[in-house]
Structures are given as C-alpha cells and as structure tokens.
C-alpha cells in the first residue's frame, strides 16, 4: 500500500513569489495534517482537515498561506508571496479517525 | 496534551540496547505515550504506542513505569540505521489532534 505522497521534494523560490505543495493522503484515511519544520525543531501543525473541513487551522498564517482539500483526498498548500522565514520543511500527514499520523517525506522549501 | 521530558542527545554503539527515556509526569489517565522518530530528510515515522502495560512489536519495546509517569524506548539491537531524532509523544487516542514534537532525542548509533 502506497504512504503519503509529496510533491515537489525539494523547492527553491525567490522571496514574494507563490509556491504551492501536494499532498496525496493513505487511501481511505479521513484527517488529513499540514505540518511545518524549521531547522532543528520538530514539526508544528499548520491545519487539519476532517474529510473536506478545516478543523483546525489557528497555526495558519492566513495573510499569506491558504490550504485546501476538494473531495476530501487530495490538498493543496499554498503561499503567496513567500517570505525568507517561510524557508523550511513542509509536511503532510494522514490518519484514520484521528489515530496514528503517517508522514509523507515533506517539501523543502528554500526562499532566496 | 501533556508535556514531555526528554534528553538532548544520546549515544549508543551498534548492536547494543539504546534505551531512550521519556518523563511526562503529567500525563492524564486517558492519555497515551507515543514514540516516532525521524531519519535525516525523512518524515516522521511512528514506532509504537502505549497506556500503560509494556508493549513490543518488530521495531521496539516500550516500559512505561507503573504510575505513567514516565517511560523507556528500547531498541534491543541498535544498527547504524536508527540513527535519528525520536519523540516522546503523550496525547489521548483517536483524537485527531497534532503531534506535539518537542525537540526528541537525537540518536547517534556508532560502529
């Protein structure tokens, strides 16, 4: 069975420009996570999402990052413009009602 | 969720136990002590969880102490490939809620 699936794996941008990341959860798994890493930290929650809903997205810095999760499989993380302090490891993770999270690899971000 | 205790940094040489500790001594009766851990450019990775008896399966054994206080993740026989940062995780099951990371425990396995 396929895990948690990210893309890109690695991104450079240039400061105010928009990036976008991918995130396909476990098949049939409901929660969906973002997480961000900055260096030497462990992950921090972004937003969950329950099936299609937002849940919880107090940790989002909505002037500038947005998320979404159409049909409740698939999202989509966006930031626009991105900023020097956006540069980390962005990542995904799902679980089946709310029990064990399983990780993607993540998206490194780096912001010139 | 409550919070967690753990060391820095630890050593251990191949093929030997690693033994990670954990306090959490305010952990709640409906919570659960998780343990991930997460390679070098990898994801976090779940290794196993538990309430309160002992609990083992094929990657590691974890004893939690009889008050819950507090708690040990053993790696029987360390290889150079459980080199990683491991967090000590307390949260109530099927709750959906976030991981609380902290900074773990990085895991230096030698030759």
């Known amino acids: 069975e396929a895990g948690v699936v990210q893309s890109p794996r690695y991104k450079i941008i240039e400061k105010k420009q928009p990036v976008a990341f991918w995130c396909n959860p476990i098949?049939?798994?409901?929660?969906l996570y973002w997480y961000r890493q900055n260096l030497g930290q462990g992950p921090e929650l972004l937003i969950r999402?329950?099936?299609?809903?937002?849940?919880?997205d107090s940790q989002l810095p909505k002037d500038r990052f947005s998320a979404e999760r159409l049909k409740g499989v698939d999202s989509t993380l966006k930031i626009q413009p991105a900023e020097l302090g956006d540069s980390a490891v962005y990542l995904c993770?799902?679980?089946?009602?709310?029990?064990?999270?399983?990780f993607g690899a993540g998206t490194r971000l780096s912001v010139l | 969720d409550a919070k967690t205790t753990q060391p820095p940094s630890m050593d251990c040489a191949e093929g030997r136990a690693a033994n990670l500790p954990c306090n959490h001594s305010?952990?709640?009766?409906?919570?659960?002590v998780y343990w991930y851990r997460q390679i070098h450019s990898q994801g976090p990775q779940y290794i196993i969880h538990?309430?309160?008896n002992n609990e083992t399966n094929e990657m590691a054994s974890l004893i939690i102490t009889e008050d819950r206080k507090s708690s040990t993740l053993i790696l029987p026989h360390a290889t150079l490939r459980d080199t990683a940062v491991y967090y000590c995780?307390?949260?109530?099951?099927?709750?959906?809620?976030?991981?609380?990371f902290g900074k773990g425990t990085s895991l230096l396995v030698t030759p």
């Open positions: 999402y329950e099936n299609e809903e937002a849940v919880d």
């Open positions: 538990g309430l309160k």
């Open positions: 098949s049939g798994h409901n929660t």
């Open positions: 305010t952990i709640s009766g409906n919570e659960y």
């Open positions: 995780i307390v949260r109530a099951p099927k709750s959906g809620y976030a991981l609380n």
């Open positions: 993770a799902s679980s089946l009602a709310g029990n064990i999270q399983y």
